[in-house]
């Protein structure tokens, strides 16, 4: 831009290259202890080089799992893509029928209702596991997949954002539709919900990265290998002795845990950075 | 705002905003309830009798010095991962946001660390730093003579996960920092190197206070992330150990709920966290325009 001399040119892709490779590293190590036997993780070091038993590794992790967890990767896949999906669809399906309510009526406990929502920012699971897992359990939820979504699925997070995006249709719109003979819901599911798809693909793309995530409530609430979740799954292997941890199948199952949401996050890319910053700022 | 058209009718909007009400006041508020409720008892020890004891529980959790430790422990904890996550993230946004060759190809590999669960991250610090087999702790002994062994010493410890949650948390800052840096005009910043300013003194004379909403609004992002969000790694890396080096308050919570059942003290901490919420939250709407008013 301004001063062009080389070291100015050459230092910022110096840092930029740097900080990849300090990102990076973490990860080429355990995607080559995953194609590796567990004698050469074992001698230290292990070599950095990728060794040839990724197809072994990957299939004994997807289909069998370690000998201590008694569940495959395959069941915990299903159950992370149960959990995630069933996440981020509940949140966006029940906020875009509460922002319509809130956006398009006028009813008396419209204000409340609001509120009511933006409250919850402030009562992270993390500040209320041992009530909330009391509701769970009393309603026989645990070791359920109902147990795994229904307390995730409030967000006060989409109800900004689809409020913001309903604020800025024109009401004329409304005004035509009811004219027109349609009812309100005819309008939301006609009309107000594919123009959305903008803020709808935004918000699938943080909350099922969230869904996919989460770990503490799968912890408190999951006892059966049934309902292992990937995250899960990964902290029960290696929670062994150190001597017995199969470090070859925990990480290619710790490498197949991060590819979904690392794949939404790069297929998705601008949806993902418009979700990010429209809603948190 | 003008009047809008909106449509008529009784139980409609009711029936629309039910599942999140339901939702709202069964998972949410029936549970934070409950836990200001059960901080003002004490169970006996086979769970059958509850005596009411009024702020004890919390007179008790504000002396008893494996709290306090916990607390500051915490504090500290948040203040570093804030630090370290925001300042590389600020230094590796500004430097992606020249105009560069490639800079899209850096935004996109800096930004998809993000979908890496913070467990995962756990993981991936815990594997590199194994005293055992881990390679980097391999490199620190052979070359540097550290005897690396954060399972015994209480500060290597303390020094990993914060790394480990710093980390994490590097993509998310930058993602903030370079739509902020976006929103800086630069002809501000050509006028003031016309002016002679040099780059040093562009940046932090213009640049700087103009990202400040950012920075606020991430500060107090990273402080929520490092107190509450940062368990996983805890509970995956040191288990709260050795000793007490690593036992945050969120870990404390759970450890005391679910392991010794301690009803009254686990709830009066979640109380006393509920509080640095709401109090990281308010802070952050007083400080940070955001239009939510109604």
Request: aromatic share 14%; with cysteine.
């Given at each position: ?59 004994r992790a997807l289909l069998e799992g370690t000998k201590s967890l008694g569940a495959?990767a395959l069941t915990m896949v299903k159950n992370s893509l149960i959990m995630a ?132 409530w799968p912890l408190l609430i999951t006892t059966k290998e049934r309902y292992y ?53 | ?294």
């Amino acid at each position: 831009m301004i001063e062009h001399s080389i070291v100015r040119r050459i230092l910022p892709h110096l840092f930029l290259v740097l900080a990849i490779v300090v990102i990076v590293f973490p990860i080429w190590l355990v995607f080559s202890a995953s194609t590796q036997t567990l004698a050469d993780v074992l001698d230290a070091p292990m070599p950095v080089v990728p060794g040839m038993h990724l197809l072994e590794n990957y299939g004994r992790a997807l289909l069998e799992g370690t000998k201590s967890l008694g569940a495959s990767a395959l069941t915990m896949v299903k159950n992370s893509l149960i959990m995630a999906l069933g996440i981020s669809v509940g949140k966006i399906v029940i906020s875009l029928l509460a922002t319509f309510a809130i956006v398009f009526f006028r009813f008396p406990l419209r204000g409340f209702c609001f509120w009511t929502i933006f409250i919850t920012l402030m009562l992270p699971v993390e500040v209320r596991i041992m009530p909330t897992y009391k509701v769970i359990s009393d309603l026989g939820l645990l070791d359920s997949y109902a147990g795994l979504i229904l307390p995730m699925i409030v967000s006060a997070t989409a109800v900004f954002l689809f409020r913001q995006f309903f604020l800025s249709v024109p009401r004329e719109m409304a005004e035509a539709a009811q004219i027109d003979g349609a009812g309100p819901m005819q309008f939301f599911a006609r009309v107000l919900v594919p123009m959305s798809r903008t803020p709808i693909a935004a918000m699938f793309v943080i909350q099922f990265i969230y869904g996919w995530n989460q770990y503490l409530w799968p912890l408190l609430i999951t006892t059966k290998e049934r309902y292992y979740t990937l995250l899960i799954g990964i902290n029960r292997m290696l929670a062994v002795n150190d001597a017995l941890v199969e470090w070859p199948v925990a990480m290619a199952t710790t490498l197949l845990a991060m590819l979904p949401p690392v794949l939404v996050v790069i297929l998705m890319q601008r949806s993902f950075i418009a979700g990010m910053t429209e809603t948190e700022k | 705002m003008a009047k809008q058209y909106e449509f008529s009718a009784r139980g409609l909007p009711y029936l629309l905003v039910l599942p999140q009400m339901i939702v709202v006041f069964l998972f949410f508020f029936w549970p934070a309830a409950q836990a200001m409720w059960q901080s003002l008892f004490i169970q006996d020890a086979f769970g059958l009798s509850l005596t009411f004891v009024g702020m004890e529980n919390y007179a008790k959790l504000f002396q008893d010095p494996l709290y306090l430790d916990s607390l500051v422990r915490s504090f500290v904890y948040a203040g570093f991962v804030a630090l370290i996550a925001m300042s590389v993230a600020l230094f590796l946004a500004v430097q992606a946001n020249r105009r560069i060759r490639g800079a899209l190809f850096y935004k996109t590999m800096l930004v998809w660390p993000y979908a890496v669960a913070t467990l995962v991250a756990g993981v991936l610090w815990m594997f590199m730093f194994n005293p055992n087999i881990g390679v980097l702790s391999y490199l620190l002994f052979k070359r540097f003579g550290v005897e690396w062994n954060y399972l015994l010493n209480g500060s290597q410890a303390f020094l990993l996960v914060t790394l480990a949650a710093s980390w994490k948390q590097i993509s998310y800052n930058f993602v903030f920092f370079v739509a902020g840096l976006q929103n800086v005009p630069a002809s501000l910043v050509e006028a003031s190197a016309i002016d002679g300013a040099g780059p040093g003194k562009r940046f932090w004379r213009i640049v700087f206070p103009l990202l400040s909403p950012t920075t606020f609004y991430l500060l107090v992002m990273n402080l929520v992330y490092a107190f509450f969000e940062t368990f996983p790694i805890i509970h995956q890396v040191t288990q709260g150990g050795p000793g007490q080096a690593t036992t945050m308050l969120v870990y404390k919570v759970y450890r005391d709920g679910v392991f010794n059942l301690d009803l009254g003290s686990s709830s009066a901490q979640s109380v006393v966290l509920m509080a640095l919420v709401i109090s990281l939250t308010i802070l952050q709407f007083r400080f940070v325009e955001r239009r939510v008013t109604y």
